[in-house]
C-alpha cells in the first residue's frame, strides 16, 4: 500500500513538472524555449527593459508599489527571485542600498550607469530622515534619479539593450529595434523639457525633496531643495527654514513628488509659492507609464514658466 502511494506521488510531480514550464500543447518532438526573466530595482528600468525586451524577456520588479524602492529591502521571497534571475538590471548611483547587504550572482549583475560613472552628482552634507515603512533613510552619496535626465534615460537603456544582446544574441535585430524607437521617444522628451526651459535658467524655484538635481542640472534648473513630504505636514522649525531661503532665494513655485497636503499648499501660497507635481516616477504609476507620467511633468512645468509644450 504504502509503495502505491509512493508510486502515485512520484507520478503527479512529474505531472506537475513537466507542466509547469508551459501550460500549452507541444506538439512531439518540439521544445518549448522558457522566456528569460529579468528583474529590476526600480521602475524606470522595468519599463526601459520592457520597451527592449519586447516578447522575449519577462521583466519583474517586485517591490511594492506604495513606497520608494530606492530605500526597500526586499524580503525573502522577492531576493529569491532576484537570485533566480536571468539578468539583474541595477541602477547604479548609490541606488537600492540594500544590494549591497545580500549575496546575488555578480555575472549576472548590471549596472546600467557604469558607462556614465564620470556623469554622476556627488552630494555633500546631505541629512539622514525618517518617512513611511522604510523608515530613516539618507540622501547622502550619490544622487540617483539619473532617469530625470531624459538623455541619461537613453543611456541606460542602451546598457539594457547591450546586456541583452550579449546574453541572448539571437535576438539582436528585436532588442535594437526596441532601443531605436524607446530612445527616440526619450530624445523627443528631452527636447520637450529643454524647450520649456529655454530662458528660464535664472528663475528661482524650490523643490520639496532632494532628488531633482540631473533635473535641474540638464536644463539648467535654478533649483533649491528642502527635505519636505508630500503627506506630512512640515514643522515649524522646517517653515521657518524655508523663509530664510526664500530671503535670498525668491522662488514662486516649488516642485513636489506627490501632491503635498491640503494645509501645506495653503501656507506656502501665503508665502507666495505655488505647487506643482513633478513624479520622479520610481516606482509603478498609478496611470499611464514612464513615458505618459514625464509628459504630464512636462505640461506642468509648461505651467510654471508661463508656457505651453
Known amino acids: 500500500?504504502?509503495?502505491?502511494?509512493?508510486?502515485?506521488?512520484?507520478?503527479?510531480?512529474?505531472?506537475?513538472?513537466?507542466?509547469?514550464?508551459?501550460?500549452?500543447?507541444v506538439p512531439a518532438g518540439r521544445e518549448v524555449e522558457a522566456t528569460p526573466t529579468v528583474y529590476v530595482v526600480n521602475y524606470p528600468l522595468k519599463y526601459f527593459a520592457e520597451r527592449v525586451g519586447g516578447q522575449r524577456v519577462l521583466v519583474e520588479f517586485p517591490a511594492p508599489p506604495d513606497i520608494d524602492p530606492a530605500f526597500w529591502?526586499?524580503?525573502a521571497a522577492a531576493l529569491a527571485g532576484f537570485q533566480g534571475a536571468d539578468l539583474i538590471?541595477?541602477?547604479?548611483?548609490?541606488?537600492?542600498?540594500?544590494?549591497?547587504?545580500?549575496t546575488l550572482p555578480e555575472s549576472r549583475l548590471i549596472f546600467t550607469t557604469d558607462a556614465f560613472e564620470d556623469q554622476l552628482i556627488q552630494l555633500d552634507g546631505a541629512m539622514t530622515h525618517t518617512h513611511g515603512p522604510t523608515g530613516e533613510h539618507s540622501h547622502a552619496?550619490?544622487?540617483?534619479?539619473t532617469w530625470l535626465d531624459a538623455t541619461l534615460a537613453a543611456?541606460?537603456?542602451?546598457?539594457?539593450?547591450?546586456?541583452?544582446?550579449?546574453?541572448?544574441?539571437?535576438?539582436?535585430e528585436e532588442f535594437q529595434r526596441g532601443f531605436d524607437q524607446l530612445e527616440?521617444?526619450?530624445?523627443?522628451?528631452?527636447?520637450?523639457?529643454?524647450?520649456?526651459?529655454?530662458?528660464?535658467?535664472?528663475m528661482p524655484l524650490l523643490a520639496s525633496h532632494p532628488v531633482y538635481q540631473y533635473l535641474a542640472r540638464r536644463y539648467g534648473l535654478n533649483l533649491r531643495s528642502v527635505q519636505w513630504e508630500p503627506d506630512e505636514e512640515p514643522t515649524p522649525a522646517m517653515w521657518r527654514d524655508l523663509r530664510g531661503v526664500l530671503r535670498d532665494h525668491a522662488a514662486e513655485w516649488?516642485?513636489?513628488?506627490?501632491?503635498?497636503?491640503?494645509?501645506?499648499?495653503?501656507?506656502?501660497?501665503?508665502?507666495?509659492?505655488?505647487?506643482?507635481?513633478?513624479?520622479?516616477?520610481?516606482?509603478?504609476?498609478?496611470?499611464?507609464?514612464?513615458?505618459?507620467?514625464?509628459?504630464?511633468?512636462?505640461?506642468?512645468?509648461?505651467?510654471?514658466?508661463?508656457?505651453g509644450d
Open 1 to 25: 500500500m504504502i509503495s502505491r502511494l509512493v508510486l502515485m506521488a512520484a507520478v503527479v510531480v512529474q505531472a506537475v513538472s513537466c507542466t509547469s514550464r508551459d501550460s500549452r500543447s
Open 73 to 75: 529591502m526586499p524580503d
Open 89 to 102: 538590471i541595477a541602477n547604479g548611483a548609490d541606488y537600492a542600498k540594500w544590494l549591497d547587504k545580500v
Open 141 to 145: 552619496g550619490t544622487a540617483f534619479t
Open 155 to 172: 543611456r541606460q537603456a542602451e546598457a539594457i539593450r547591450e546586456a541583452f544582446t550579449a546574453e541572448w544574441p539571437k535576438y539582436v
Open 184 to 202: 527616440s521617444d526619450l530624445l523627443a522628451l528631452d527636447s520637450a523639457i529643454g524647450r520649456i526651459a529655454t530662458n528660464h535658467s535664472g
Open 254 to 307: 516649488m516642485l513636489w513628488e506627490d501632491t503635498p497636503l491640503v494645509e501645506t499648499t495653503r501656507q506656502l501660497r501665503e508665502l507666495g509659492v505655488e505647487s506643482v507635481v513633478f513624479d520622479q516616477c520610481g516606482n509603478t504609476p498609478l496611470q499611464g507609464d514612464y513615458l505618459s507620467v514625464m509628459h504630464d511633468n512636462v505640461v506642468r512645468l509648461g505651467a510654471v514658466f508661463g508656457r
